[in-house]
Nanobody, 124 residues
Framework: QVQLVESGGGLVQAGGSLRLSCVVS????????MGWFRQAPGKEREFVAA????????AYGDSVKGRFTISRTNAKNTVNLQMNSLKPEDTAVYYC?????????????????WGQGTQVTVSS
């Protein structure tokens, strides 16, 4: 059984920073890409960032480019999302996800495993 557990969410003022982490446990025998998505109340889940197995390739949603940075440490089965210059519109539940393939993935349907999510609230 593969499990993904997010941490690092919380309440922050606009302009502040948060660092989300996601730990993958269980038996994954192949290389896997990782991604972050978010879902605000009443809205669809949207792509935030993704990273390939090697960490060489990354991708970001338009609304977070230049402010968020995704990284991973395969030895620790961990992926991080550094979020800077946060805005109230970044408020959402953030989910990490794993895609059983080495290449970067940006679509929800490409991902095989999901975490339970962590709440990020940005006050104005």
């Amino acid at each position: 059984q593969v499990q993904l557990v997010e941490s690092g969410g919380g309440l922050v003022q606009a302009g502040g920073s948060l660092r989300l982490s996601c730990v993958v446990s269980g038996r994954i025998v192949s290389a896997y890409a990782m991604g972050w998505f978010r879902q605000a109340p009443g809205k669809e889940r949207e792509f935030v960032a993704a990273i390939s197995w090697s960490g060489t390739n990354t991708a970001y949603g338009d609304s977070v480019k230049g402010r968020f940075t995704i990284s991973r440490t395969n030895a620790k089965n961990t992926v991080n999302l550094q979020m800077n210059s946060l805005k109230p519109e970044d408020t959402a539940v953030y989910y990490c996800a794993a895609d059983l393939g080495p290449h970067i993935a940006t679509m929800i349907d490409e991902y095989d495993y999901w975490g339970q999510g962590t709440q990020v609230t940005v006050s104005s």
